[in-house]
């Protein structure tokens, strides 16, 4: 696959193993919260720009799916100790979007998050599976 650019990607997927009630124990659905997501050092990280749209993306057996829906809130941290970061101001979703919802549908189905879901953040997003995701959640653009 050749590189990504910045045309390519419609939202930013950030993992991880631990859901929202553990990432910020009082965090509610509904609720905004600003949290810093691990990133893997690679080109990718100089597309992501302050303001993009990005999703928290739940994996393991406990509900993977997508729990929160966000906006970077800074630039990729590249001094950080232990790797690069990014602030993220995060909505914690009412009810999440579940894993085999986006794998039923054909228009999420082929997206990275589902072919490679060991793969490290960030992930990404087309146009059409961000359109197809905020659908699942009851959003409209």
Not at 20 to 36: K, Y
Not at 59 to 73: E, F, T
Request: proline share 13%; aromatic share 6%.
């Amino acid at each position: 696959m050749p590189p990504l650019t910045a045309d390519d990607v419609a939202c930013w997927v950030l993992k991880s193993n631990r859901p929202p009630g553990a990432l910020l124990p009082r965090w509610q659905p509904g609720e905004t919260a600003v949290l810093d997501r691990c990133l893997r050092p690679s080109y990718r990280l100089t597309l992501m720009t302050p303001g993009q749209p990005c999703l928290l993306w739940v994996s393991g057996r406990d509900r993977p799916g997508v729990h929160a829906l966000g906006r970077l809130a800074g630039p990729v941290d590249h001094a950080f100790p232990g790797g690069p970061v990014v602030a993220v101001r995060w909505s914690r979703l009412a009810a999440p979007v579940d894993r085999s919802e986006l794998l039923a549908d054909p228009a999420t189905r082929s997206a990275e998050v589902l072919r490679m879901p060991a793969g490290s953040n960030p992930s990404w997003l087309s146009p059409g599976q961000y359109a197809a995701v905020l659908g699942h959640a009851g959003i409209t653009a």
